[in-house]
């Protein structure tokens, strides 16, 4: 879609404006003291990695304590914590494989096979050296300590030679408040010392550090209140011990406003986004945090509602199965939040079911990779495996063209649509996606408390948002906003979870379903992704029972009964290499109870289908 001439003219302006302003309080005294901050804080952290390194050394050799290490560890995170904005905005690859990413075992590949990549870096560190048994890994922690100390050395000797942009700093700062609210609130980079609400206070001041030299140098109110924000941010965090700190009211009070600030600041100077993050978002929780169009072949320009429309008439219609018995909709229900409320769904074969439950498609379009076993890439190839499928569509694309190219009212509505006379398969999937990315659903309860569209949530769904992001450590793998596994705050990839699910809700023997490892992709066939499963949100999940990959939990009470107890290993079963702690999360009956509010009030009815 081409734009038109004024409202052309009209963003040239609005371009040329942003710049001057920002141009106005980025001058270059103030770039000169950015620079020197960042070699004073790279210094800083270069010598508490070097202390750490010694200490772990000591510590090896019996002349140092745990006590001694942990301090020194926390030292370390914190002088980390003070330019992680900065670092992870510039370097988030490198930062996720060397510096901080989580203590979990993954692979590369080599000649299309995987190998298995043992974690390192701050977040193992922090799980470590806070175990128990910490002295059983001391060898291991110096090592790691040693890595650290070298990786960062090639990470810090190109950052110190950086200037940075205005931009940059306030996108790095709103992706930072992204992070927080997902991440760090919840204790995920701290999975051994819970020191998460510290860390946020650093990052706070340090973020006020930077910016109050641009933000100064302009007496507009809204600079000041970014300010007010930091500021009043440290003192909730500070004033708070981990279970008992108020996350919903630091997100809806300091972060969300803080970020909404910063968004407008920026004068409509927005980056290329490095992912599904959408930069002209003004809360963390809107409809349009993400970017549909980064997890679909079909671009902004090419979608319509006119094409929209098209791929919702496909969606509910029956004929594109090889029976024309079977839609989309026989397994994705609106009225059941696109769910069917099987265990597993109905085969097109009679008698028959296919393997897995049907997932919810509210909000499916935000991921990297499709299915519970990820073995689909795109929306688009997603439909294929099922169009092919003998227990689903049963058909081939060939088929569906013939089909729709003998139907008049399809070869209209297609010409229509494309100015083409004759259907092929990219104008029939395109349109298929375009209905599926438009079920997008930021709009519950919740959202709307948290945007301060709503005065009142009730009592439970607050408290249970403040359990599941914290005691509960159920928003440590459902991130923060879109409570799944897509990973913030850049939210390009999916991530898998073992859990150990047994076999129904009730038995003491795990599900046979192998996950991940039997997706097919030969690169992934790895003994970690064995009973591994793609993390779905919770989002509208009072609408999607049953439960889990398999159905087996008919209510979510058999969910929380489940996690509560530390999953399949928790009750003793053996799990290889459950990524979910095996431990009890202590949850009484009424938190628990709290925690399904909360899950609740994520219920959107506002969508039309």
């Known amino acids: 879609m081409k734009m038109n001439f004024a409202a052309k003219r009209l963003w040239i302006l609005l371009t040329i404006v942003g710049a001057v302003l920002m141009f106005q309080f980025y001058n270059p005294s103030t770039a000169e003291k950015v620079k020197v901050l960042n ?3 790279s210094q800083s952290f270069e010598e508490e990695i070097e202390s750490l390194r010694v200490v772990a050394e000591k510590a090896r050799e019996g ?3 745990s006590e001694q290490l942990k301090s020194q560890l926390v030292r370390t995170r914190q002088s980390y914590k003070r330019l992680e904005f900065l670092l992870e905005y510039f370097y988030p690859e490198y930062v996720e494989e060397h510096i901080n990413g989580a203590p979990l075992l993954h692979i590369e590949t080599f000649d299309t096979n995987p190998m298995v990549i043992p974690p390192e870096g701050l977040q193992v560190l922090d799980e470590m050296i806070f175990a ?3 002295n059983e890994n001391i060898k291991e922690i110096a090592l790691l300590s040693r890595q650290l100390q070298m990786q960062s050395g090639f990470l810090l000797a190109d950052f110190k030679s950086r200037t940075l942009k205005t931009e ?6 709103r992706l930072e408040i992204i992070r927080m609210v997902s991440m760090s609130i919840t204790g995920f980079d701290t999975p051994g010392s819970l020191n998460g609400l510290d860390e946020v ?18 007496d507009k109110p809204i600079h000041n209140e970014v300010l007010e924000l930091l500021n009043e941010g440290q003192k909730q965090v500070s004033n708070s011990t981990f279970d008992d700190f108020d996350r919903l009211t630091f997100i809806k009070e300091i972060a969300d406003p803080l970020y909404e600030k910063l968004t407008k600041i920026s004068n409509y100077a927005y980056p290329e986004s490095k992912g599904g993050w959408n930069p002209k978002s003004k ?7 993400l970017d549909p169009y980064f997890y679909s072949q079909l671009s902004a320009e090419e979608d319509s509602d006119e094409l929209r429309n098209l791929g919702k008439k496909i969606f509910y219609d029956p004929l594109i199965s090889g029976n024309a018995q079977m839609s989309c909709a026989t397994c994705h229900n609106p009225t059941k939040a696109f769910t069917d409320g099987e265990k597993r769904s109905l085969s097109s074969v009679e008698g028959k079911t296919v393997e897995r439950n049907a997932p919810t498609l509210l909000n499916a379009v935000y991921a990297d990779r499709y299915f519970y076993d990820l073995r689909a890439f795109t929306l688009e190839q997603q439909a294929q495996h099922v169009i092919f499928n003998p227990d689903e569509f049963n058909t081939a694309n060939a088929e569906i063209l013939e089909k729709l190219n003998d139907d008049k009212e399809y070869k209209s509505v297609f010409k229509e649509t494309f100015g083409s006379k004759k259907i092929n398969e990219e104008q029939f999937a395109s349109a298929l996606a375009s209905y599926v990315l438009s079920l997008r659903s930021f709009n519950s309860p919740f959202d709307k408390y948290v945007r301060n569209e709503e005065a009142k949530l009730p009592d439970d769904a607050k408290r249970g948002f403040n359990l599941f992001m914290g005691k509960a450590a159920c928003g440590t793998c459902h991130f923060a906003p879109t409570f799944s596994g897509l990973v913030p705050p850049n939210f390009i990839k999916n991530e898998t979870e073992i859990l150990g699910i047994l076999a129904t809700a009730n038995d003491e023997e795990l599900d046979d379903d ?8 030969h690169s992934e066939k790895a003994w970690i992704y064995e009973r591994s499963f793609k993390t779905s949100t919770v989002r509208n999940v009072e609408l999607t029972a049953p439960y889990f990959h398999n159905g087996e939990f008919a209510e979510l009470q058999d969910v929380m009964d489940f996690y509560n107890n530390g999953g399949g290993a928790g009750i003793g079963l053996e799990v290889t290499n459950q990524t979910l702690a095996p431990d009890s999360l202590g949850l009484s009956q009424n938190e628990m109870n709290d925690i399904i509010a909360f899950m609740k009030s994520l219920t959107d009815t506002t969508l039309n289908y």
Request: hydrophobic letters at 45%; charged letters at 20%; zero cysteines.
């Open 201 to 218: 206070s650093v990052s706070l001041k340090s973020m006020e550090t930077y910016l109050e030299p641009l933000l100064q140098a302009s």
């Open 283 to 289: 809360s963390i929780f809107a409809n349009d945090v």
């Open 132 to 134: 128990e048994d910490w």
């Open 514 to 521: 192998l996950g991940r490892i039997n997706n097919q992709i």
């Open 39 to 41: 070699a004073t804080l």
């Open 168 to 173: 940059e700093l306030l996108n790095a700062a």
């Open 63 to 65: 002349e140092a304590s």
